[in-house]
């Protein structure tokens, strides 16, 4: 099933909660773009080899063509965030419980962006959405275990294997070019940075795109009482809306996560960077090849830190990553939580 912007326009002039409903999902998609857009050109930033503002226009065009060209070779991941909770039954009760889950995302996004911690919306969405099905169903009842459990698979491999792909694409580039003049390799990494910044940005738009898009669409059929939609097709005109909207927050406040990723975490030179770009992207690409949704935010800092340790430990910035860990850790219960209390206020309350 899918919907016409035409269509979609005139849904959205006649139904005031179908608005209410696009208007948090857009705020969930802008704030993704504060919080883990920035990462996908991080590194590029902080070696110097573009300036904030070109790394920000090329993330916006390379966001873009991964949400359109993932989404068209394979749109599991999108079916797997639609498919992670049930929102069926009464349609009403749900569409107030997945604005709830909408609200909950963007207040802790807000807040770790306000501290310039990059966490990863990816599981805060997952953990409000969770968190609002509980609160909906009154226990488990609501959460599908068995796209659950891709997202556990996802955590695992976003951390372990991005930090493995860092160390052995920064020693695999040290190789290749051991007894070369560093200087006369300057300018081929720069070019390469700004490639490995486009990759990463193609990936995020790949992965993130794809999740919101997913909730996009849930929240309009939920809207129109259709809440047992099993397939859907995402049109073009919601592809180009996500990653305008993506680029803005980007565009808006993702300076301080660019700081705390690829300046205050790991002094970085452009080779590095570059080993830093390939891993993260070669993670995602593996990913969203196998429909597992992961996070952004974790692939690229732990792929940063694979790079940073395989020069030597203590080039890690540790406090930085340690109060990133912490961040992780609190999301899914954190986020959960603000998502099952706001669906009771909300269910309360309308």
Same mark, same amino acid.
Not at 141 to 147: D, V
Not at 172 to 181: I, K, T
Not at 292 to 300: A, D, E, M
């Given at each position: ?8 326009l005139l849904q959205l002039v006649g139904n005031p909660v179908l608005a209410v409903t696009v208007l948090l999902t857009l705020g969930v998609i802008l704030v993704n773009g504060w919080?883990d857009a920035p990462n996908a050109i991080a590194t590029c930033v902080s070696t110097q080899s573009l300036s904030p503002r070109a790394a920000i226009l090329m993330a916006a065009v ?86 659950w459990v891709k997202v556990l698979y996802g955590l695992a491999l976003s951390t372990g294997l991005g930090f493995a792909l860092g160390w052995i694409a920064v020693r695999g580039v040290? %190789?290749?070019?051991?007894? &070369? ?5 300057? +300018?081929?990494? =720069?070019?390469?940075? $700004? *490639? @490995? ?43 180009? %809306?996500?990653?305008?909207? &993506? ?5 808006? +406040?993702?300076? =301080?996560?660019?700081? $705390? *990723? @690829? ?55 540790? +406090?930085?990553? =340690? ?28």
């Amino acid at each position: 099933m899918s919907i016409s912007l035409a269509d979609f326009l005139l849904q959205l002039v006649g139904n005031p909660v179908l608005a209410v409903t696009v208007l948090l999902t857009l705020g969930v998609i802008l704030v993704n773009g504060w919080t883990d857009a920035p990462n996908a050109i991080a590194t590029c930033v902080s070696t110097q080899s573009l300036s904030p503002r070109a790394a920000i226009l090329m993330a916006a065009v390379f966001n873009f063509l991964g949400v359109l060209v993932m989404t068209l070779v394979n749109a599991s991941v999108a079916a797997t965030i639609y498919n992670m909770v049930d929102f069926g039954g009464d349609t009403g009760q749900a569409l107030v419980a997945l604005c709830a889950a909408l609200f909950a995302i963007v207040a802790w996004a807000v807040a770790a962006w306000w501290f310039g911690i990059p966490t990863s919306e990816s599981h805060a969405l997952i953990a409000g959405l969770s968190g609002a099905a509980i609160a909906l169903h009154g226990g488990l009842a609501g959460i599908n275990g068995g796209e659950w459990v891709k997202v556990l698979y996802g955590l695992a491999l976003s951390t372990g294997l991005g930090f493995a792909l860092g160390w052995i694409a920064v020693r695999g580039v040290e %190789l290749v070019c051991r007894g &070369m003049d560093r200087r006369k390799t300057l +300018g081929f990494f =720069r070019g390469a940075q $700004a *490639v @490995g910044g486009a990759a990463m940005a193609f990936m995020h738009g790949a992965q993130d795109g794809q999740k919101f898009m997913g909730v996009f669409l849930l929240g309009i059929f939920l809207a129109n009482g259709q809440g047992d939609v099993g397939s859907f097709r995402i049109p073009i005109w919601l592809m180009v %809306l996500c990653s305008v909207v &993506m680029a803005l927050g980007t565009s808006i +406040g993702g300076y =301080r996560i660019i700081k $705390a *990723v @690829g300046m205050d975490m790991v002094k970085l030179e452009k080779y590095q960077g570059f080993a830093a770009d390939l891993a993260g992207a070669g993670c995602l690409l593996l990913s969203s090849l196998t429909g597992i949704p992961v996070s952004t935010t974790h692939t690229k800092t732990t792929a940063i830190m694979g790079v940073g340790a395989a020069r030597r430990l203590s080039s890690v910035n540790w +406090g930085v990553v =340690r109060e990133m860990v912490l961040t992780w850790v609190l999301t899914f219960p954190g986020c959960g939580l603000i998502g099952f209390l706001m669906a009771r206020l909300f269910m309360w309350l309308f």
